[in-house]
């Protein structure tokens, strides 16, 4: 080849792979662009019809096990258990994969407004989400390959080490304490560490898990003020995985700045297997149980009624309202309530008796001096597709800490956590995504200077108050009647550390790292809590009963406990009471809110139920406990 001609070539592929960069980059473009404009009109299902099928049930198979759901920890389960050669597995799920738009972490608002949320909502609500429409919570839940991991934050964080000691206690089995769930945590992570300046213990990470952990880059003067904030208050900058007290940039479950959602995590790879089937588009009506033995499972799948038999296990993992559902439509749940559906009782449990959550407050923003530059929406995809920017972290939440509440102070254990989301944290979706009313979002957001505005979430941790999951009927595909019920506690403890949350910010907004980015509370007072004095204590209860809502952690439906006269729905090894061949693997298990995000420890609950099942089958090799 001559030289002309190799220069030629070279040439030639340079110009090619620009045109291909370019491409590449306004299909994103287009992709987030219609993203938008769909969020602004998309009608939200109100039901699950979409699977109605009337036909007469065909038999789909035998397997011998079948997982009902892929979320975090249904995708965990499938794949520890198709591990096993001999062990056909079949994974039915409502929704589709993942795809190119999902693996956007900041599409974290757009997305709620597609296929891949079932969009549950609450009764009408008296205690809290007041300046919502109609008073009702909405509770974005993911549907797909990944479940909520799909639509969720990404925030990686465990709970304290005390949580789960008092967790092997109320199960009765240390496989629960701090000591044990350690070891699968770090099992299935795979901490990258590409944030020099951030803290970060090795001890507590694990390295070659199938979960990617991260560090978001790069940061934002608004988060470097903030530690320094903290740092002021004598609050540490730490790793708050290794059980500290203190703040952090953001640990996230990203994958180089893309979504690492725990479909691809953990079933990336293991859909290849033969023995492992998963089957999309299934929505699940209810689990056969004969002699109080789960034996198959019925779906509707393409328009259709199927039935497939079980030779060894159902695993149910279909979600904190999806899970208590089918299961009280399977004649599991609370006597008085089945009985009132026409559904026949086989076993007489609490499940959906105990409803819980982190109730979150978001009204308190805060205008700076320093402006986020706005750039075209190009720029921002080329920093995305190399892993760093905008749109590589959802709703901009770069700032995580963990603090004492006065009913913990001393004892080294959370109860408030903040999230600091720098600016251009809001877009033209956020009243719908939150359900604002006009009046409360006018009062809040509206005026905000946007590329100047950070935001405090205040998360109450260990909630008191507790609410409930019922069934509208017994027709499966209506969607569950769900009441939040937030600050309903009798002792006020969770509105009293909310507000206790609240003053810690306040107190931030006046170090001398804010005061140098000028930050200045904005937002507010709200028309609907008029009758106070701005910023007086009992302003601060009005407000907090306005927008206090959700932060799409829900859990403790199907509580895990030793009695289930005392209200426990499975044992330590995540079996039904009183049901044999079944058993559940998701949050709806955790016996109460965690000092953290629910997403890391329903993983670990499906690496538990990968060996507790592998060992209860004679299979003991590479087994943690």
Excluded at 191 to 207: C, I, L, N, T
Excluded at 280 to 301: D, L, M, P, R, W
Aim: charged share 20%.
């Amino acid at each position: 080849m001559n030289k002309d001609l190799s220069v030629c070539i070279l040439l030639f592929c340079a110009v090619l792979q620009a045109h291909t960069d370019n491409q590449t980059v306004q299909y994103y473009v287009d992709l987030i662009s219609e993203a938008y404009e769909n969020g602004l009109t998309y009608v939200f299902p109100t039901s699950a019809y979409e699977y109605y099928s009337d036909t007469i049930p065909k038999k789909y198979g035998t397997f011998d096990f079948v997982v009902i759901g892929s979320g975090a920890a249904g995708s965990v389960a499938a794949s520890r258990l198709s591990e096993i050669n001999k062990w056909s597995v079949l994974v039915l799920e409502a929704g589709t994969f993942w795809n190119n738009f999902s693996d956007i972490p900041n599409m974290y608002e757009p997305i709620a407004f597609t296929h891949f949320n079932w969009e549950f909502n609450s009764t009408p609500q008296t205690t809290a989400c007041l300046g919502l429409v109609n008073q009702i919570c909405n509770y974005p839940r993911g549907k797909g390959v990944g479940g909520s991991t799909l639509i969720n934050g990404l925030v990686y964080a465990r709970g304290h080490k005390s949580d789960f000691d008092k967790w092997g206690k109320v199960a009765g089995n240390r496989r629960w304490s701090y000591e044990t769930v350690l070891k699968y945590f770090k099992k299935s992570e795979n901490f990258v560490y590409r944030d020099a300046d951030a803290p970060y213990e090795p001890p507590y990470h694990g390295e070659g898990g199938d979960l990617q952990v991260e560090y978001h880059l790069p940061r934002s003067p608004q988060l470097n003020a903030w530690l320094e904030a903290n740092r002021e208050l004598g609050y540490e900058i730490v790793d708050y995985n290794a059980n500290r007290l203190g703040a952090s940039p953001s640990q996230l479950n990203t994958r180089n700045g893309r979504r690492d959602d725990d479909g691809q995590a953990f079933l990336r790879h293991a859909r290849k297997r033969r023995n492992l089937k998963i089957l999309t588009g299934s929505y699940v009506t209810k689990i056969q149980i004969e002699k109080e033995s789960a034996n198959g499972v019925e779906f509707t799948h393409k328009g259709k009624n199927y039935y497939v038999e079980v030779r060894k296990e159902v695993i149910l993992s279909a979600g904190v309202f999806g899970t208590p559902q089918i299961l009280m439509l399977s004649g599991v749940g609370p006597r008085k309530h089945l009985e009132e559906k026409g559904i026949e009782v086989i076993k007489d449990l609490e499940v959906g008796s105990t409803l819980r959550d982190n109730p979150t407050f978001y009204g308190l923003n805060y205008g700076t001096n320093y402006t986020e530059p706005i750039r075209p929406l190009a720029d921002y995809v080329k920093e995305y597709l190399n892993g760093v920017g905008p749109l590589a972290i959802p709703g901009s939440t770069q700032g995580v800490g963990f603090y004492e509440s006065s009913y913990s102070k001393g004892t080294g254990i959370p109860d408030i956590e903040l999230m600091i989301a720098v600016a251009n944290a809001t877009d033209q979706l956020t009243q719908r995504y939150f359900s604002l009313t006009d009046q409360t979002y006018e009062d809040v957001w509206k005026y905000n200077n946007i590329p100047q505005t950070f935001i405090f979430h205040v998360v109450n941790l260990h909630a008191q108050s507790s609410g409930s999951v019922r069934l509208k009927s017994k027709n499966p595909f209506e969607y569950p009647v769900i009441n939040s019920n937030f600050l309903s506690d009798p002792e006020s403890r969770d509105i009293n550390t909310l507000y206790e949350g609240i003053q810690i910010c306040l107190k931030m907004g006046e170090t001398k790292a804010m005061k140098a980015i000028n930050a200045t509370l904005q937002g507010g007072p709200l028309r609907a809590c008029k009758r106070y004095q701005y910023l007086s204590k009992d302003y601060w209860y009005c407000v907090l009963r306005q927008i206090t809502v959700n932060l799409y952690h829900p859990l403790g439906s199907c509580p895990m406990g030793k009695d289930p006269k005392k209200g426990a729905v499975v044992d330590s090894e995540l079996r039904v009471f009183g049901i044999k061949k079944l058993r559940v693997a998701d949050a709806s298990v955790f016996p109460f809110a965690l000092a953290g995000h629910p997403n890391a420890p329903t993983v670990m609950v499906g690496e538990q139920l990968g060996d507790l099942v592998k060992r209860a089958h004679g299979v003991d090799g590479n087994l943690i406990a």
